[in-house]
């Protein structure tokens, strides 16, 4: 992996983003070579096996019920409350089942956090999601679909159907369109977990080759992961993009 080339990206990026980590109040992150590590404090991975490594094995811990709970005492409030530097940003569904912390059983400042109804993006939540690759290195982006997903499933029939959903859920519907599309073409018996799957690894897929984020995967520093989550059994089953 290049870990070589991270301190150079990390010097041109903090100038570029000088004005939007000020901006960004709360959301600063610290553009330093040395990792987060104290007396109360987990090495942070650099690389985006690394990363990968710790959040499935924390992922093992969460379905055997073995669980840590890293990184979560007064302590570690205060070695992060002037700075952070989280090696994964995970973008999930709003569903109350599927929290990245406890389902990772990452610490405090382990993760950035997006989620939204079926993982559906927007500029917004594009941006979002660049942040910690763009500014502070951060190797790792997982975009986390789930069993039973009610977003998915409630796109599917309103595009099944041609009946909108109301008032801004619409947004959802049509940001979930290109994986209905699929999903139907690719038929099945049960096209909600299909366009369920298609949505993690499209928007995968979207994020590995945008602008931005290619240059990051084409050299080695950052990986974009697909992952579906079983409400079933609590396992992350990697669908695209595990880095090796
Ligand atoms: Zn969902």
């Known amino acids: 992996m290049d870990t070589s080339g991270r301190p150079d990206r990390r010097t ?3 100038g570029a983003f000088a004005s939007v980590t000020v901006g960004l109040a709360g959301c600063t992150t610290k553009s330093v070579a040395t990792p987060a590590t104290g007396p109360s404090s987990t090495p942070r991975p650099t690389t985006p096996a690394a990363a990968f490594t710790r959040l499935m094995e924390g992922n093992e811990r969460w379905v055997s019920g073995d669980l840590q709970h890293p990184d979560r005492d007064p302590d570690r409030r205060q070695l992060v409350a002037q700075s952070q530097e989280p090696f994964a940003s995970v ?3 709003i ?3 599927v929290p990245p912390e406890l389902l990772f059983d990452t610490g405090l400042g382990d993760l950035y ?4 109804g079926g993982e559906a993006i927007g500029p917004v939540v594009t941006g979002s999601v ?4 763009m500014t502070s290195g951060t190797p790792l982006i997982v975009v986390l679909g789930h069993q039973r997903c009610g977003a998915v499933e409630a796109a599917y029939k309103s595009l099944r159907d041609g009946k909108p959903l109301p008032g801004n859920l619409q947004a959802i519907v049509k940001a979930l369109q290109p994986a209905y599309e699929q999903a139907v073409r690719q038929g099945g018996a049960d096209p909600v977990e299909t366009m369920a799957r298609d949505q993690v690894t499209l928007t995968a897929s979207a994020l590995r080759s945008n602008r931005d984020l290619a240059p990051l995967v084409a050299k080695g520093a950052l990986a974009v992961v697909g992952a579906y989550y079983s409400l079933d059994t609590g396992k992350v089953e990697v669908l695209s993009g595990e880095p090796r």
């Open 91 to 93: 973008l999930a569904c």
């Open 113 to 116: 956090v997006m989620r939204t």
């Open 130 to 133: 660049e942040y910690g690759p």
């Open 12 to 14: 041109v990026l903090a």
């Open 95 to 97: 569903d109350s089942r």
